[in-house]
């Protein structure tokens, strides 16, 4: 899909790190019986990026198209909720789930939009390094032909969803960068280091261990080598990537790059 082979193979190495970070989280929080909530924020952290890697290399056709459509509309509906209701999606805590439903949301746009905006592929532009990318399959969707402009309206939805993105991977590149770790802030992770107590209001994980016992256990998981390679910190750059890298690709549809 993009026909500049140095931005096609930024944004793979870009998407093959965030991808091989989730597969490492969603292990992670599967040995170590996270919430479902966690786990799924993980695996579409990871899905995310190997739908991002192939679509930056080519064309899906029309039935890996609406198929993505489908599961990341799923997905987006499930962080809404999550999101709404005030459930930690993971390290980064309530946050999380309204970061995941937004990069869902630009992956949703992304593909149902391709067609719209990216009406002069590379093919119908005489070729390229990327001229598999099937550029027939793209212009047949939309009905238009290959010499067809952008759609104006989608153009402009697509730049408002870059600045929103913009915006999130700002917050989310300052949370990387922030030394604060107080209890109270929205982004303590629900595998902080011991000695971190919970953030007011919220319940942990081992809310139903009780003892010396269930205790010796939580000391155990928050010493764990995932409370620090793991923790709240990569995890908010690990958004900032990802959405920065989003818009990198939408502003490549829309430039045709």
Avoid: N
Wanted: hydrophobic share 50%; glycine share 12%.
């Amino acid at each position: 899909m993009i026909s500049s082979v140095p931005l096609a193979w930024t944004l793979t190495v870009l998407f093959t790190a965030t991808g091989l970070y989730a597969l490492l989280r969603w292990a992670a929080a599967v040995a170590e019986r996270r919430s479902a909530a966690h786990r799924t924020a993980e695996l579409a952290h990871l899905l995310m990026s190997a739908a991002m890697v192939v679509m930056t290399w080519t064309w899906y056709g029309e039935a890996g198209l609406r198929t993505q459509i489908v599961l990341f509309t799923v997905l987006g509906v499930f962080f809404v909720v999550t999101a709404a209701r005030g459930v930690a999606c993971g390290p980064s805590g309530r946050a999380a789930g309204a970061a995941h439903a937004l990069m869902a949301a630009a992956m949703v746009w992304m593909l149902a939009a391709m067609p719209l905006i990216m009406a002069t592929p590379a093919v119908a532009a005489g070729g390229g390094a990327h001229d598999h990318h099937g550029g027939g399959d793209m212009a047949g969707m939309d009905g238009t032909g290959g010499g067809s402009g952008p759609a104006g309206w989608a153009v402009a939805v697509t730049v408002g969803l870059c600045v929103v993105l913009l915006a999130a991977a700002g917050f989310w590149g300052a949370r990387a960068l922030s030394h604060d770790r107080d209890a109270g802030d929205p982004l303590t992770p629900d595998d902080a280091p011991s000695g971190a107590s919970p953030r007011p209001g919220t319940v942990p994980e081992d809310a139903g261990t009780t003892g010396s016992t269930g205790r010796t256990a939580v000391a155990e998981r928050t010493r764990a080598p995932s409370a620090t390679r793991l923790g709240a910190r990569s995890d908010a750059a690990c958004h900032a990537a990802m959405s920065v890298g989003m818009v990198v690709m939408l502003a490549a549809m829309v430039a045709g790059w």
